[in-house]
């Protein structure tokens, strides 16, 4: 969701943006495939690393249209993402949580 906040206001074309939601969604689908398979107690390492994947690759798509930070505001001032940022982290701790639940069940 940040990814995608941050490639808006960066100006990222729609075919840039769409990647940036394919590759979120292919993340969290590919989460819930190693939760169900590993089990809840072998999740968390590939679980995370996935993340990192899918950041990097994000960020490999919004980096020609920001090579500068890429946490920009609208238009050209720096703003904080601290509200997004705590909103996605609250978000995919809450999502963890869920596939946890849902694993143990």
Known sequence: MIALINAARLGVSVRGRAIVVCLGLTGVILS???AVNLGVEA?????RLIAMVVNIAQVGVQRPYG????????????????IPGAVAVIGGLLFDGVV???IRA
């Open 32 to 34: 819930v495939v190693v």
């Open 67 to 82: 090579p500068d930070p890429l946490l920009l505001s609208r238009g050209g001032d720096r703003a904080p993402m601290w």
């Open 43 to 47: 999740y968390h390492w590939p679980s």
């Open 100 to 102: 946890e639940l849902w």
